[in-house]
T-cell receptor, first 111, second 112 residues
Framework: QQKVQQSPESLSVPEGGMASLNCTSS?????YFWWYRQHSGEGPKALM?????GDKKEGRFTAHLNKASLHVSLHIRDSQPSDSALYFC???????????FGKGTSLTVIP | EAAVTQSPRSKVAVTGGKVTLSCHQT?????MYWYRQDTGHGLRLIHY???????EKGDIPDGYKASRPSQENFSLILELASLSQTAVYFC???????????FGPGTRLTVL
């Protein structure tokens, strides 16, 4: 069973629009989350982490975590064509040595 | 900036042959990881290491071995390559277990 589920699988937004990506975990012990972005032909690159309930903002990117509902989201404001990529959510609990990655959401920003 | 390099960048191997993928990091990180990426599966952890001369199994270790001879180097070994091991393989490093992982550019492995 996939421990980290991401939705939607793919998403298209117009340039300048808001993109919203979702991630849920099946393990209530998952407490630590990272968002990664992967452009075609490259390795993933970390965007931001969120370890506490609430919102965390870094530039155009805002992550939201609700541990009670096991849900984390990523919102990209003023989306740019360069934001077109595969976005991964990664989750970890304190009892496991590493992060589990979701299958990813493919984002396309249409100029 | 943190740097993780992988070699080779692509490889074609024959079924039953031995394949070694290499990873080198200049980040002075203790943790290193090997992942495989397949369409529809995201990233799955094969092996990892948090200290030289020691490796740990990840989620899908069957058919793979790992070697960490030094802090900077981490290898993934396929003793008997199989068709199902065709994938893109990524190496990553991190300072500690909860920290950002820095990924290499990947190795595209095709087993025929």
């Amino acid at each position: 069973q996939q421990k980290v589920q991401q939705s939607p699988e793919s998403l298209s937004v117009p340039e300048g629009g808001m993109a919203s990506l979702n991630c849920t975990s099946s393990d209530r012990n998952f407490q630590y989350f990272w968002w990664y972005r992967q452009h075609s032909g490259e390795g993933p690159k970390a965007l931001m982490s969120i370890f506490s309930d609430g919102d965390k903002k870094e530039g155009r990117f805002t992550a939201h975590l609700n541990k009670a509902s096991l849900h984390v989201s990523l919102h990209i404001r003023d989306s740019q064509p360069s934001d077109s990529a595969l976005y991964f959510c990664a989750a970890r609990n304190t009892g496991y040595q590493n992060f589990y990655f979701g299958k990813g959401t493919s984002l396309t920003v249409i100029p | 900036e943190a740097a993780v390099t992988q070699s080779p960048r692509s490889k074609v191997a024959v079924t039953g042959g031995k394949v070694t993928l290499s990873c080198h990091q200049t980040n002075n990180h203790d943790y290193m990881y090997w992942y495989r990426q397949d369409t529809g599966h995201g990233l799955r952890l094969i092996h990892y290491s948090y200290v030289a001369d020691s490796t740990e199994k990840g989620d899908i270790p069957d058919g793979y071995k790992a070697s960490r001879p030094s802090q900077e180097n981490f290898s993934l070994i396929l003793e008997l390559a199989s068709l199902s091991q065709t994938a893109v393989y990524f190496c990553a490093s991190s300072d500690w277990g909860y920290a950002e992982q820095f990924f290499g550019p990947g190795t595209r492995l095709t087993v025929l």
